[in-house]
C-alpha cells in the first residue's frame, strides 16, 4: 500500500503561483507513475499531469506551458508547480499513484486532495 498527503494548497490571485507536494510513503518501491488529477466543483475529476519513474511526463492542454510536474526520488516526493494561474484552475487537487498493485496505467492510491482557489 502506498500513502500519499498532499500540501501547498491555497488561495492566490489570477496570474499568480502555487507548488503543491505529495509526500508518499508505505510501498513506495512499488510506485510507477505519479499523478496530480483535480476536480472543479460539479465537474468530473480529469487528470492534470502525470510522471514515470523514469521521469517522462505528460499534461492535460489546458495546463501544458503553465504546469510543471517533478519529482524528488530523494524525497518521496512529487510536486506541482502552477504559474500563471487562472479562475478555471480552482479545484481541489489530488495526488495519485499508479502503483504494481494495479492493472498497469490505473492510479489505485490517492491522498486526501488539497483545494486550489484562484480569485480573478
Known sequence: QVQLVESGGGLV???GSLR???????SIFSI???GWYRQA???QRELVARITSGGRSNYADSV????????????NTVYLQMNSLKSEDTAIYYCAAD???TAPGVFGS?????????SS
Not at 501544458?64 to 524525497?75: A, E, H, P, V
Open 32 to 34: 510507477n507513475a505519479m
Open 20 to 26: 503543491l507536494s505529495c509526500l508518499a510513503s508505505g
Open 13 to 15: 490571485q489570477a496570474g
Open 110 to 118: 490517492w491522498g486526501q486532495g488539497t483545494q486550489v482557489t484562484v
Open 41 to 43: 466543483l460539479g465537474k
Open 64 to 75: 501544458k506551458g503553465r504546469f510543471t510536474i517533478s519529482r524528488d526520488n530523494s524525497r
Open 99 to 101: 502503483t504494481t498493485h
